[in-house]
């Protein structure tokens, strides 16, 4: 019940820094790995327009 929504608390720290260990860490655990690599394609995009 909690590995779902393990993404969720890797929000944060996603985006802080989505190249960081743990946005890597995420986008390869297969559970959270869907919504990790939505996050960090986002903020990457929102980077290079800024």
Not at 20 to 43: D, H, I, Y
């Amino acid at each position: 019940m909690f590995l779902p929504a393990l993404s969720m608390l890797l929000l944060g720290p996603v985006m802080a820094n989505p190249n960081g260990v743990v946005a890597q860490f995420g986008t390869l655990f297969p559970l959270t790995s869907p919504r990790n690599k939505q996050m960090r394609r986002v903020q990457k995009i929102v980077e290079k327009t800024t």
